[in-house]
């Protein structure tokens, strides 16, 4: 069985750089594809990045351009790399595992979450 175990978020200033990490506790390997989402003060949890089990991705028009999501099956882990963070940008982001090749844009079909990590965008 495998779990989204951490992601580690933080603060930044508006502009600036964060990459947050979702390491699995047990290998993933090939067969999963991997989500990132996020729910921000006051708002529903929203769809960010997700990435397929070859690789492909695929990105919220609020991130496109600006988020980049990555994965390395030898070291068990999921990165979101975001650039050109807007104070909009501030939320608790999740990583989560879908049992599937392919990645979705809907919560429900994924079936291992993280605990999620607060990231703040400051002005």
């Known amino acids: 069985e495998v779990a989204a175990a951490g992601v580690w978020g933080g603060l930044v200033q508006a502009g600036g750089s964060l990459r947050l990490s979702c390491a699995a506790s047990e290998r993933t390997g090939s067969s999963y594809a991997m989500g990132w989402f996020r729910q921000g003060p006051g708002k529903e949890r929203e769809f960010v990045a997700g990435?397929?089990?070859?690789?492909?991705?695929i990105y919220a028009a609020s991130v496109k351009g600006r988020f980049t999501t990555s994965r390395d099956d030898a070291k068990n882990t999921v990165y979101l790399q975001m650039n050109s963070l807007k104070p909009e940008d501030t939320a608790v982001y999740y990583c989560?595992?879908?049992?599937?090749?392919?990645?979705?844009?809907?919560?429900?079909?994924?079936?291992?979450w993280g605990q999620g990590t607060q990231v703040t965008v400051s002005s």
């Open positions: 990435i397929s089990w070859r690789g492909g991705t």
């Open positions: 989560a595992g879908r049992r599937s090749l392919v990645s979705s844009v809907r919560q429900f079909e994924y079936d291992y």
